[in-house]
């Protein structure tokens, strides 16, 4: 599957962003689909993951309650909507599918990578 990740931008504190990811080549549904970033210098690291039915989602404490995944694979396309953003979120997110059927939050445990797309948060 073909991942392509975007609406990234600058922004400043505290305001919203929504991500998207746009799947082709192999059934969307098939896959769960995740969200990582990777701030300058540092370790990609997992953000949200949302399972292939939708029905669980997991995301890294830091972000709880101010981020939300979705997917409508009938659209063929992932979504991470980010609220209330900080500074510490600034960073390349990457969306990415796996053929594991449940919750996973390694990239190791992600198959297919889309390209990235930055978000930057201004104080």
């Known amino acids: 599957v073909q991942l392509q990740a975007s609406g990234g931008g600058l922004v400043q504190a505290g305001d919203s962003l929504r991500l998207s990811c746009a799947a082709s080549?192999?059934?969307?549904?098939?896959?769960?689909m995740g969200w990582f970033r990777q701030a300058l210098g540092k370790e990609r690291e997992f953000v949200a993951a949302?399972?292939?039915?939708?029905?669980?989602?997991h995301y890294k404490d830091s972000v709880k309650g101010r981020f939300t995944i979705s997917r409508d694979n009938a659209k063929n396309t992932g979504y991470l909507q980010m609220n209330s953003l900080k500074p510490e979120d600034t960073a390349i997110y990457y969306c990415?599918?796996?053929?594991?059927?449940?919750?996973?939050?390694?990239?190791?445990?992600?198959?297919?990578w889309g390209q990235g797309t930055l978000v930057t948060v201004s104080s």
């Open positions: 990415a599918a796996s053929r594991f059927n449940s919750i996973v939050t390694s990239t190791k445990d992600y198959h297919y």
């Open positions: 080549g192999r059934t969307f549904s098939d896959y769960a």
């Open positions: 949302i399972s292939w039915s939708s029905d669980s989602t």
